[in-house]
Nanobody, 122 residues
Framework: QVQLVESGGGLVQAGGSLRLSCAGS????????MGWFRQAPGKEREFVAA????????YYADSVRGRFTISRDNAKNTVYLQMNSLKPEDTAVYCC???????????????WGQGTQVTVSS
């Protein structure tokens, strides 16, 4: 079992940057693929990015490709989401999640963090 805690959210102006962190507990963290998802008010949760346990396989949503970068440090049991050139439409609660293999599909992820709020002002 993996427990996940996100941090790094906040309020930023459009064009700015934030780096989110997701800290995992348990010695098996490095065995899991990790994903970032977001949910804006009144909208469904959507895929943002995913990374395999080794970092060799990475997926991005089209809406963030070229602006966001997912990475991980298994020695620190942490996965990151570097967000640059932020837009007001990036405003959402961002959650990390874990499963065996990287996927864009929300319902396939087994373990979830509570989320961190990202607000981008125009």
């Amino acid at each position: 079992q993996v427990q996940l805690v996100e941090s790094g959210g906040g309020l930023v102006q459009a064009g700015g940057s934030l780096r989110l962190s997701c800290a995992g507990s348990g010695r098996t963290f490095s065995n899991y693929a990790m994903g970032w998802f977001r949910q804006a008010p009144g909208k469904e949760r959507e895929f943002v990015a995913a990374i395999s346990w080794s970092g060799d396989t990475i997926y991005y949503a089209d809406s963030v490709r070229g602006r966001f970068t997912i990475s991980r440090d298994n020695a620190k049991n942490t996965v990151y989401l570097q967000m640059n050139s932020l837009k007001p439409e990036d405003t959402a609660v961002y959650c990390c999640a874990a499963r065996n293999d990287p996927s864009r599909v929300v319902i396939l992820y087994k373990y979830w963090g509570q989320g961190t709020q990202v607000t981008v002002s125009s």
